[in-house]
């Protein structure tokens, strides 16, 4: 099973796992993990964020991404929930689930949705600060280097 949502509304991460786990009898593993919004961004407190998506685009390229993992690792199920929307400082903001047969399998395989995630998947994200200003936020040097590590 691949899943994979892109919501205004919040997700219930025990929900998505009972769910998940529904899919995945045979798995020994299940790996999890939920991307809140940070009170900081650099230096600046933030007062939220606001995120903008490209519809079916967006989902389209999880989905590759998500079978991308798939070709290197054998999972057997895999969600996405991913927000968009205005999402204030300490709300869950994205949920990345694999099931499969091995630890390392769904260790390897979150991290790497993850990464791509972060720099490939077509989202827009805004930045407000509690003092009025706002800003987009760029591609970060850190996440590509992050996403190179995959590149071996």
């Known amino acids: 099973m691949i899943s994979v949502s892109i919501q205004t509304e919040p997700f219930n991460s025990l929900q998505e796992e009972s769910r998940l786990q529904t899919t995945?009898?045979?798995?020994?593993?299940?790996?999890?993990?939920?991307?809140?919004?940070?009170?900081?961004?650099?230096?600046?407190?933030?007062?939220?964020?606001?995120?903008?998506h490209f519809p079916q685009v967006t989902e389209q390229e999880i989905e590759r991404i998500i079978k991308s993992a798939q070709a290197r690792w054998h999972f057997s199920s895999c969600l996405v929930i991913h927000r968009v929307g205005k999402l204030t400082v300490g709300e869950d903001i994205v949920l990345v689930m694999v099931a499969a047969k091995h630890r390392k399998e769904a260790f390897h395989a979150a991290e790497f949705i993850m990464d791509y995630l972060k720099t490939e998947a077509p989202f827009w994200k805004k930045e407000f600060f509690l003092d009025g200003t706002s800003q987009w936020v760029t591609a970060k040097e850190s996440d590509t280097k992050e996403k190179q590590q995959w590149s071996n």
């Open 24 to 52: 995945a009898s045979d798995c020994g593993a299940m790996v999890s993990f939920k991307g809140m919004v940070r009170g900081h961004d650099q230096q600046q407190p933030l007062s939220h964020l606001y995120l903008e």
